[in-house]
C-alpha cells in the first residue's frame, strides 16, 4: 500500500486513509519545500489541493495527486482510484487517526480501563488499542456511519469510472 504525505489542507482526509490502512504524514505546518524532501526522502505520494505544490512535485519526478474538490468523499475517491485501491470493511490493517501507529487488536478486558463506560466491553466484539497514544477503537454506533461514507466513496468512483473508463 502507498505511502502518502497530506498537505495542511487534507487533514480530514489524512484521518479516513489512516482507518483505511495508508501510512500518513500530515503535513499540516510544513512549508511546500519541507514537503518535497520528506516526500523524497521516505517515498512518499503527496496529496494536495495546493496546484503549484502538486505542479512542483511532479517537475521534480515525485507522485503527487491533486485534489480540486473540497468534498471529502469526491476526494477519497480520486486518491482510492488514482492508487488503484478499494476500500473494504472492516480494514484489513488500520492505522489509529490521530497519529498514524498500526493499530493492534485485543481482548475488552485488556482495554477495559481505557474505555469511556465499562459497560462498551460487554456491548462489543472487536476492540484496537494504539500503541503510541493508547487511543481506544471498537465497531461501535458510528460504524454505521464509516459504512455510509465508503459506500457513498464506492459509488462516487464507480460513476466517475463510469463517465471515463469507457472513453
Request: glycine share 2%.
Amino acid at each position: 500500500m502507498a505511502k502518502l504525505l497530506l498537505d495542511s489542507m487534507c487533514g480530514r482526509i489524512a484521518r479516513w486513509l489512516r482507518f483505511l490502512g495508508f501510512d500518513v504524514v500530515y503535513a499540516q505546518d510544513m512549508e511546500d519545500d519541507d514537503i518535497i524532501k520528506v516526500a523524497r526522502s521516505t517515498a512518499r505520494v503527496i496529496v494536495t489541493r495546493d496546484r503549484g505544490l502538486h505542479l512542483k512535485a511532479l517537475k521534480l519526478g515525485l507522485p503527487s495527486i491533486l485534489l480540486t474538490s473540497t468534498n471529502h468523499v469526491k476526494n477519497m475517491a480520486v486518491i482510492l482510484r488514482s492508487l488503484d485501491v478499494l476500500p473494504s470493511l472492516p480494514p484489513v490493517k488500520t492505522r489509529c487517526p490521530l497519529c498514524n501507529s498500526p493499530l493492534i487488536e485485543v481482548k475488552a478486558e485488556d482495554v477495559k480501563e481505557l474505555l469511556p463506560s465499562s459497560n462498551i466491553a460487554t456491548r462489543y466484539d472487536k476492540f484496537w488499542i494504539c500503541p503510541s497514544c493508547d487511543k481506544v477503537y471498537w465497531i461501535g454506533s458510528h460504524w454505521k456511519n464509516i459504512k455510509k461514507v465508503l459506500d457513498e466513496i464506492l459509488k462516487e468512483m464507480r460513476e466517475e469510472c463510469d463517465e471515463n473508463c469507457s472513453r
